[in-house]
């Protein structure tokens, strides 16, 4: 696997060229990529914090500012620092399949309305005068909550779905396996010595596992011939 950070200097500082912009932040360790990984605010929460921007965080409630869902709001459920993304509850894509998919949004895209100050250490060199007029409600937390538990019970499920899955297979293959498998047949040594001695030989030389001296006694109790006895003695000695 490549290592991309390998690619990426701290001493780099700006360019006009978007390109070299991209490039920055894709190879990018994760523990700048996480600082890169901010939005601006509303107004409300800018005069309290006296900041423009500030690093999303899950439990955000945040506000769609450009594209097909422009002015839908909701609370991020989930980011992506890797790729750059972040994750709107609610807001979704429909495939042709029907089925339906989290929308990945850019950060310069939306506007964080409220925050999630679970940790009041967030926001602790900002000296917010009044925490609660900037902090998402609880109950949008809970419900936050809530989608995260149903999500990982989801998760858990297809997981367990997809093991049974995995052993079914595995049990119609090895059933498909024993009934594919033929059936070993007794071998009838008076029959195969009942023959010519080149038709014995080539029998004998055709069975997997040959019993030579079962061969041997049931020649000796029939024609008992020298040349054969001979050859199925030495055969047994092997």
Do not use: C
């Not at 040959?210 to 041997?216: C, G, M, R």
């Amino acid at each position: 696997m490549v290592d991309k950070t390998q690619n990426w200097s701290s001493n780099w500082k700006s360019s006009t060229n978007p390109s070299k912009q991209r490039k920055y932040r894709e190879n990018a360790p994760l523990h700048v990529k996480d600082k890169l990984i901010s939005a601006n605010m509303d107004k409300e929460l800018r005069e309290e914090l006296d900041t423009r921007n500030i690093t999303i965080r899950t439990g955000d409630r945040a506000k769609v500012m450009r594209g097909d869902h422009k002015g839908r709001e909701g609370i991020i459920n989930r980011i992506d620092r890797d790729k750059g993304v972040v994750f709107i509850e609610g807001i979704q894509n429909e495939r042709q399949d029907g089925s339906k998919s989290q929308l990945p949004i850019r950060p310069s895209n939306i506007q964080l309305t409220a925050l999630n100050v679970d940790e009041l250490t967030r926001i602790q060199k900002y000296d917010v005068d009044d925490v609660e007029s900037i902090k998402v409600d609880e109950e949008e937390l809970e419900v936050l909550e809530e989608d995260e538990e149903s999500e990982m019970m989801q998760r858990m499920q297809e997981q367990s779905d997809t093991e049974q899955d995995d052993e079914d297979e595995e049990e119609e293959v090895q059933e498909s396996e024993e009934k594919e498998e033929p059936e070993e047949q007794e071998v009838e040594y008076e029959e195969v010595v009942s023959q010519n001695i080149g038709e014995v030989k080539e029998e004998l030389n055709n069975l997997e596992e040959p019993d030579y001296e079962a061969a041997l006694e049931a020649e000796k109790a029939g024609k008992d011939r020298k040349t054969l006895v001979e050859y199925l003695e030495n055969k047994k000695e092997d």
